[in-house]
């Protein structure tokens, strides 16, 4: 069992990944072949991306418990770069950062205890005492571009940490599991974002990927 700092350091390093993505409403699928490398997070990148990301649920942003010195240790996260080829011969080259800041380590608001309504794909039981929540800070979306704000849970007995980001047109649950050592699930279930105050139910896309770790 990884514990929730211990999944990220497992996390670092080159990795390979072939997914496949069915897209539900067109009726359409399309493999891709991914290499990507993750590096853990330094204490400045860690207070550049608490500075600049907000939930959009909380204009007002975050508000600490600890200082920014003290949340980076708290708080893990990684450098991505990824280069993916699809079968159409399609190529898209990214690099963002993303910072995973542990509920308990906030001050919550009214709009953060109401939190954005999750779809049935993020949901998970109030009643599993060992599941971590919190929010996922990118400095970049992968669908749309500027800074990103999302929550995740973390499961330490399942080794998965899952995902949820809201962005201007869709909702996107992404799922990461490992099943060994070098060896992950991914599975993705993008939405339709729906109007104010409706939970996410028109399913756009859905992937699944194996992720293999290797020597650099």
């Known amino acids: 069992m990884l514990s929730f700092d211990s999944f990220f350091t497992a996390c670092a390093g080159l990795w390979k ?3 496949i993505y069915h897209f539900v409403t067109k009726g359409e699928v399309e493999r891709s072949y991914t290499e990507f490398r993750a ?12 500075s600049m990301v907000a939930p959009d649920d909380e204009p007002g942003g975050l508000q600490m418990k600890l200082s920014a ?5 708290l708080c893990p996260g990684f450098a991505i770069h990824f280069d993916t080829e699809s079968e159409t011969g399609e190529k898209v080259s990214m690099s963002l950062k993303a910072l995973f800041v542990p509920e308990e380590h906030v001050l919550l608001t009214e709009a953060n205890r109401a939190g954005l309504l999750l779809p049935s794909a993020a949901q998970v039981s109030d009643d599993d005492r060992e599941l971590i929540r919190g929010y996922y800070l990118r400095d970049q979306g992968y669908s749309e571009a500027g800074a990103i704000a999302g929550r995740f849970t973390y499961q330490p007995t399942r080794q998965t940490l899952e995902m949820t980001t809201y962005y201007n047109r869709s909702v996107a649950v992404d799922q990461m599991r490992f099943v060994a050592p070098d060896l992950r699930m ?13 939970v996410p139910t028109v399913i756009d896309l859905i992937g699944f990927g194996v992720e293999r770790k290797v020597e650099a």
Do not use: H, W
């Open 17 to 19: 990944t072939e997914r």
């Open 39 to 50: 590096t853990a997070l330094g204490s400045g990148d860690k207070q550049q991306i608490l």
């Open 69 to 73: 010195d003290a949340m980076g240790a």
């Open 186 to 198: 991914r599975t993705i279930v993008t939405y339709q974002r729906p109007a104010a105050g409706e």
